[in-house]
Nanobody, 123 residues
Framework: QVQLVESGGGLVQAGGSLRLSCAAS????????MGWFRQAPGKEREFVAA???????YYADSRKGRFTISRDSAKNTVYLQMNSLKPEDTAVYYC?????????????????WGQGTLVTVSS
């Protein structure tokens, strides 16, 4: 099973940017659908963005235009570029992978998870 390690979280002021990275182990990275979720304190884990093996991206409506997901097969890494950050974007961000090709926006069908990286946006 693939193992995922996130990095790139931190403290940023509102309006700033961060790029999260998720490094995946294993030789079958290209076959995985990759995604990002986030979980704020006291809230459920919610979908942020996902990208298929072929590079097709899908975003939660509220993140369209501000967040960009991408993947680099040579580095076995998926990225989440976050711009124009808002205090309500504060959360632990999790990388996820699934072997099925279809993107789903609920957490349960995803096969593997990283440990999460904290993003804090100050006002």
């Amino acid at each position: 099973q693939v193992q995922l390690v996130e990095s790139g979280g931190g403290l940023v002021q509102a309006g700033g940017s961060l790029r999260l990275s998720c490094a995946a182990s294993g030789r079958t990275f290209d076959s995985y659908t990759m995604g990002w979720f986030r979980q704020a304190p006291g809230k459920e884990r919610e979908f942020v963005a996902a990208i298929t093996w072929s590079g097709s991206a899908y975003y939660a409506d509220s993140r369209k235009g501000r967040f960009t997901i991408s993947r680099d097969s040579a580095k076995n890494t998926v990225y989440l570029q976050m711009n124009s950050l808002k205090p309500e974007d504060t959360a632990v961000y999790y990388c996820a992978a699934r072997t099925a090709k279809r993107i789903v926006t609920t957490p349960n069908p995803w096969d593997a998870w990283g440990q999460g990286t904290l993003v804090t946006v100050s006002s």
